[in-house]
Antibody, heavy 118, light 109 residues
Framework: QVQLQQSGAELVKPGSSVKISCKAS????????MHWIKQQPGNGLEWIGW????????KYNQKFNGKATLTADKSSSTAYMQLSSLTSEDSAVYFC???????????WGQGVMVTVSS | DIVLTQSPALAVSLGQRATISCRAS??????????MHWYQQKPGQQPKLLIY???NLASSIPARFSGSGSGTDFTLTINPVQADDIATYYC????????FGAGTKLELK
């Protein structure tokens, strides 16, 4: 069965960077987009971008250009998102999710809570 | 950017019909597909795909959920509403990049 296992919660300092992971199993990792979505506490969902692990192509929400960097390691079926120059506005739960044919996302990771605090 | 507008909340009685709407700032339909999708999210959980391409039921989703619409106006219907359906519902478009609506919180009347 399809599973997306994300890394654990992070407590990071303002101005620093963090890299979170999403390990995929149960399907061919290189054949599907991997999306990343942000959810601030009590708020809705915000699309960050996607990566196609098959060739490394990426597409970002313009708002996250320079903030988020998406990569993927085919050998370990793991997708990564690095967030840089962190501020309190980056405190949120971050989900990875598999992209399906029409651009819907059909499987989601459990989410990673990133807290930015000094 | 395509903006999706949802009502913040909807109060419904158990066993009744719930109709949740989503309006897009421009068409999200192509000649072949209506690129609007619906998700359910309960507190502390990841979202779950309910409906894709406006009207197709995702795997393992009960038939009391249905979707309709095209162009800029879309609807998610739950009939009849069960206690387990109390959650927040999001629409999402994939016509131009991806955006989500702000969510509609389904509450008990």
């Amino acid at each position: 069965q399809v599973q997306l296992q994300q890394s654990g919660a992070e407590l990071v300092k303002p101005g620093s960077s963090v890299k979170i992971s999403c390990k995929a199993s149960g399907y061919t990792f290189t054949s599907y987009d991997m999306h990343w979505i942000k959810q601030q506490p009590g708020n809705g969902l915000e699309w960050i971008g996607w990566i196609y692990p098959g060739n490394g192509n990426t597409k970002y929400n313009q708002k996250f250009n320079g903030k988020a960097t998406l990569t993927a390691d085919k050998s370990s079926s793991t997708a990564y998102m690095q967030l840089s120059s962190l501020t309190s506005e980056d405190s949120a739960v971050y989900f990875c999710a598999r992209g399906a044919y029409s651009g819907d996302v059909d499987y989601w990771g459990q989410g990673v809570m990133v807290t930015v605090s000094s | 950017d395509i903006v999706l507008t949802q009502s913040p909340a909807l109060a419904v009685s158990l066993g009744q019909r719930a109709t949740i709407s989503c309006r897009a700032s421009q068409s999200v339909s192509t000649s072949s597909y209506n690129l609007m999708h619906w998700y359910q999210q309960k507190p502390g959980q990841q979202p779950k795909l309910l409906i894709y391409d406006a009207s197709n039921l995702a795997s393992s989703i009960p038939a009391r959920f249905s979707g309709s619409g095209s162009g800029t106006d879309f609807t998610l219907t739950i009939n009849p509403v069960q206690a387990d359906d109390i959650a927040t519902y999001y629409c999402q478009q994939s016509r131009e990049l991806h955006t989500f609506g702000a969510g509609t919180k389904l509450e008990l009347k």
